[in-house]
């Protein structure tokens, strides 16, 4: 008896100090975990951004993230559009194996969602190690099912929390698509209920006044396509009605992000969490608020990105008043690359001088040059990421597995995953990074294999001109260039190297058809 007594105590104390143990150990996992906040910028190009070599628009906060941390000079977007890069961004797959981002064209705002709630993303990884998730800004990833027509006005689901988000406040899709209003947690937020919203790409709907019928009543003039519904004196691409007290103002939109990233931070700051702070700079239209406008001379557009570069030294102004700085990790990239002019006459074309936006590469965003996808891309963090420069190709779709590496989150192999396990490269402790990527222009697909890029025959779209399209041809043999000594893509030489061209032509097809 007596020996049971004994014996069952020091069971007792084994398990006790088992569960104490384990207890410990998890506290000091979530202790280390750092913070992640992932800055998506809309349209930014390589050349708009200071420590990429752009001088005509001041940007001290980006610059200062990359002075303390990695700067990457290959870093890509999977995509030249918004839908197919946000979709790998969060899910680490190519878009081109995606039934709806495949077709390489942008969501309208009443799209359903083209995320499988079922498939690993990047927030729901971070939430099964106990991150807390939020997204503030652009989604454009579609919402609800493809079987139900979406109803507005009435919990809108699925969306960002079906994906991994355990917070969400983002408009649908665009800045310049309808619905122009604010979702919050599946709710459109302000919504009367005696003014439903409804919303239409197909045709005309309600009574407000379209670009179309009134361009007296804009701002700016807009091409055909943005003459839709006028919103706060903006023609927007699609038609609504309703949700008169719901809609959004252009002029102060940066400030409301702004204030949800800082109160998600605040509010989370006890245990780890993920933030994806999707900014809608510089996308059209660019509608500064008064207090950034004329702050560059390239008008408009360089203004919003003074003021997305505003906005990033509160974050960490908000961080570091928060204690929190050291151990975050903050990523600042963009969807794709820049347009000057995007279908609004705001001026940034006529006043865009000498500037390149996409720096020295050819192109820009809807291109397979580099200027469609090789964009800013750095990663910062104190105690995690050490000071540099890497030459070496990072995809957008490698935040999934590294940051699983990182923080010890598990992804289920029940999905194809493009998405490289590259975590030394981004915190600086190796140079070693993709072997190849491909990029997904709109109507063609790249690759870059090394030094080389190959394009296969067809038509790459150049860089933007005022309404117009301009195409560039690569014929039978494709085109080849070594990037090192000719960045810009200007000297084809699939036919002093068909045999590389061919190995990369190839390995692209290879990507392509793989299940
Ligand atoms: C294009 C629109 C552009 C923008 C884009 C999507 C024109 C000339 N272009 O069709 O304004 O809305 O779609 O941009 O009208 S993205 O960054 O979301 O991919
Ligand atoms: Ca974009």
């Known amino acids: ?72 000079t290959a870093g890509y977007a999977t995509a030249s559009t918004c839908t197919p890069s946000r979709y790998s961004i969060l899910t680490g797959q190519y878009p081109f194996r995606n039934y709806r981002a495949k077709q390489e064209k942008v969501l309208p705002g009443n799209a359903p969602l083209i995320i499988d709630p079922a498939q690993p993303t990047l927030p729901a990884m971070l939430k099964g190690v106990g991150y807390t998730t939020g997204l503030v800004g652009k989604w454009h990833l579609g919402l609800g099912s493809p079987k139900n027509p979406l109803d507005w006005n009435t919990f809108i689901t699925p969306g960002p929390n079906e994906v991994g988000f355990d917070y969400s406040y983002h408009m649908a899709a665009t800045n310049d698509r309808v619905p122009s209003v604010y979702i919050e947690n599946g709710y459109i937020e302000n919504l009367d209920s005696n003014d439903p919203v409804q919303v239409s790409y197909k045709k005309p709907i309600g009574n407000d006044p379209t670009g179309l019928s009134h361009p007296e009543l804009l701002k700016t003039q807009t091409n055909i396509q943005h003459s839709g519904t006028i919103v706060n004196g903006v023609g927007r691409i699609g038609w609504m ?22 109160n998600f931070i605040e509010k989370n700051k006890k245990k780890p969490f993920f933030l994806f702070y999707a900014s809608h700079e510089n996308h059209v239209p660019r509608i500064p608020h008064p207090r950034f406008k004329g702050s560059t001379s390239l008008g ?161 779209r150049s860089k933007g001109s005022i309404d117009e399209m301009i195409f560039d041809y690569i014929g039978n043999e494709g085109a080849l260039f070594f990037l090192p000594e000719d960045p810009s893509e200007t000297n084809n030489l699939a036919s002093k190297y068909p045999q590389k061209a061919k190995e990369l032509s190839l390995l692209l097809n290879a990507e392509l058809s793989e299940k």
């Open 1 to 72: 008896m007596i020996f049971c007594i004994r014996e069952m105590k020091h069971k007792i104390k084994w398990m006790v100090t088992i569960v104490l143990v384990l207890l410990g150990t998890q506290m000091v996992l979530s202790q280390e975990n750092p913070n992640i906040i992932l800055i998506y910028a809309d349209d930014i190009g390589y050349g708009d951004i200071g420590c990429y070599g752009g001088e005509a628009i001041p940007t001290p906060n980006i610059n200062k993230l990359a002075e303390e941390g990695m700067r990457f």
């Open 241 to 262: 009605s309703g949700g008169k007290s719901a809609r959004w103002k252009d002029e102060n939109m940066g400030d409301i992000y702004l204030n949800k990233v800082v």
């Open 300 to 460: 408009v557009r360089g203004d919003v990105v003074v003021q997305l570069d505003w906005n990033v030294g509160q974050i960490v102004k908000s961080l570091k008043e928060n204690g929190l700085y050291e151990n975050t990790i903050i990523v600042f990239t963009s969807d794709n690359g820049p347009a000057v002019y995007d279908g609004y006459y705001d001026g940034a074309y006529e006043k865009n001088g000498d500037h390149q936006p996409t720096g020295p590469y050819r192109g820009g965003k809807y291109s397979a040059w580099e200027g469609g996808c090789r964009v800013p891309f750095i990663v910062s963090g104190p105690n995690n990421i050490q000071k540099g420069v890497s030459d070496a190709i990072i995809s957008q779709a490698d935040l999934l597995a590294s940051f699983a590496d990182l923080t010890g989150g598990k992804i289920s192999d029940d999905f194809e995953i493009d998405s490289q396990n590259l975590i030394n490269l981004l915190t600086g402790k190796s140079n070693k990074g993709r072997e190849h990527v491909v990029l997904q222009g709109v109507g063609i697909k790249s690759i870059r294999k090394g030094a080389w890029k190959y394009i296969p025959p067809g038509k790459v």
